[in-house]
């Protein structure tokens, strides 16, 4: 089998290293992929926007399967076009994808099927929601409706806060047009776990669940990132917790998408609040969390290529999924002054070193080769995965790989899975 994966980061690198361990798949392409990808992989220089040519590589070559990594080819509708050109794609189409690139539609479907979420409302008239927050006495998040990079959450300290944030959003447009319409919430309080499962229409397959560590320092601090780094396990996923998700979250949530002509194939991504009152859903995503993926690559027994085939065909009933029992960790190294500005093109060493320590994986999220070396081409640089008999083990390893890697003004964060 010929397959494709769409994507250049460190969750798109892990995937096509899983996928090139199935004995099904025989050649495998990255559009555009990364200088990783390129050791594994044959890298052909597309833009991941560019879905006419795109769909035109997978015809060329022969493509049996697709699998888009980021939200927002899955979001602008690539599988709708490639299923309309007769070929096969791992992910939501556009109408289901909605789930994820448009907050509102979200919240609204949760309403209707009674999914425990924030309360909130929705706006589109910047005065509208300046009154609402301004009755509001607790602590307010306002979001932006549309993609946002993942930027376009703000958690606000007070009525004031949030009303200053809405007419960032709604009237200077800091968001452009994904901030034209807002969502104002309550803010929850709780700790954080993200779920994982594979839907093909019907089948819910619940996979393991991650826990990621947004903040840019240690201890919880700074901006907010793409994610610095996760766990799995997570010892907040409890079989009580699993058993709510799937009853009160996942199953309403699937059957309101079909009803809505909008049946959901792919991965679920469900990140979640443990609140007093049980767990409440966040936000949905349409994709594989990055670094999440690569920490459930890390445990994933199975043949990724069946499974996401079978989840693209509708039959996911017939296949199942083992799980190495041992934990895994990845810590990601970043770009100085990531999530800020950056400078790119600075040279990495040690990562033939780095990839000798036992139980490590180094996937790239952001590099390009240069001449015979590998250089740093964006924030989120390499992502370092380490499986081990604990956690404390699975730490020891990866930060032992991580202290092997250098390139200039690196800096990651040193407590992910600390203290587990
Ligand atoms: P989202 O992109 O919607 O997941 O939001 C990004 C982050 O903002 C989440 O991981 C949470 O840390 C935080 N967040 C979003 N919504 C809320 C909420 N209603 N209450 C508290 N924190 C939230
Ligand atoms: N790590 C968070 C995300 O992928 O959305």
New binding site residues.
Partial sequence: MNVLVIGSGGREHALADKLAESSHVKKLICAPGNAGTARIAENVAIDIADHAALADLAIDRKIDLTVVGPEMPLCDGIVDRFESAGLRIFGPNKAAARIEGD?SYAKDLMRRCMVP??E?KIFTDFNDAKAYAATRDIEL?V?ASGLAA?K??V?CDDPADAINTLEDIMVKGAFGQAGQKVIV?????GK?LSMFALVDGFTIYILEAAQDH?RVGDGDTGL?TGGMGAFCPSPLATSDVFDQVQRDILVPMVDALRCDGAPYRGLLYI?L?LTPGGP?V??F?CRFGDPECQVMMARLKGDLFEIMQATATGKLDQVSIDWDPRPAISVVMASGGYPGAYQKGKLITGLGEAAAVSGVKIHHAATAPLEDMVVTNGGRVLCVTAIGNSMAKAREQAYKAVDLIHFEDAHYRRDIAAGL
Avoid at 185 to 189: A, D, G, P, V, Y
């Fill in positions: 907050k979420t924030a909130g998040v979001k993942g376009g959450v958690i919430e309550e803010k929850l309080q954080e947004k907010n990140g609040m409440k966040l936000e995503n």
